[in-house]
């Protein structure tokens, strides 16, 4: 049997055994996060703050404490500690408004998507192929329609969003009983 190469966050992350995790993250293919390029010979020095302002707006949203941080030529380091006393404080409404001090459009979080799978190797999951149409393209769906459904998303569905019968496969998977939104679920996907 061969076994996954990753692991997903929930069975990584154990704040009951220890809130502080070291985060590593780096450049690829010969990319230059700061610093001096050698390979193109650009400067990218002023990189450097954004990505420390970046990691400071971020904590905060995240209920996070950055313990210690480096940022080097093409990658960085991060020891962090999560805080769980003020992130149990939070009520829900809380937590939306400060995943929405996050800035960004719906629309600009699907072509990040979108130009993430197409960066990805076409041996990897998630790889999107430069000859395939745009993602709601592909869906088949407007982005009328998506904002709707986004914005209206805890009232339409519960925790998941699709096709009918792969929200219900889905649910059954997690062990769920029963599957909200039917009715939203065939409004965007008719067929």
């Known amino acids: 049997m061969v076994k996954p190469m990753t692991t997903s966050r929930r069975k990584l992350i154990e704040p009951q055994i220890t809130p502080f995790y070291h985060v590593i993250n780096r450049c690829v293919r010969r990319a230059y996060l700061c610093g001096?390029?050698?390979?193109n010979g650009k400067n990218y020095h002023h990189r450097r703050g954004w990505?420390?302002?970046k990691i400071k707006q971020l904590a905060a949203?995240?209920?996070i404490d950055v313990c210690a941080y480096a940022v080097m030529s093409n990658h960085y380091h991060l020891v962090l500690k999560i805080d769980t006393e003020q992130q149990q404080k939070l009520t829900?409404?809380?937590v939306i408004s400060r995943t929405a001090g996050i800035n960004f459009a719906f629309t600009d979080y699907f072509e990040l998507i979108d130009w993430t799978g197409r960066c990805v190797r076409n041996d990897k999951k998630g790889f999107i192929a430069s000859s395939q149409p745009k993602i709601l393209q592909?869906?088949?769906i407007t982005a009328d329609a998506w904002l709707e459904h986004s914005e209206q998303f805890m009232e339409r569905y519960a925790n998941v969003s699709g096709k009918w019968s792969r929200m219900c496969a889905f649910k059954q998977h997690a062990g769920g009983h029963w599957c909200?939104?039917?009715s939203a679920s065939h409004q965007l996907h008719p067929n």
């Open 36 to 39: 001096d390029d050698p390979y």
């Open 51 to 53: 990505i420390v302002n």
């Open 61 to 63: 949203v995240f209920c």
């Open 92 to 94: 829900p409404k809380a």
């Open 138 to 140: 592909q869906l088949g």
């Open 180 to 182: 909200k939104g039917k």
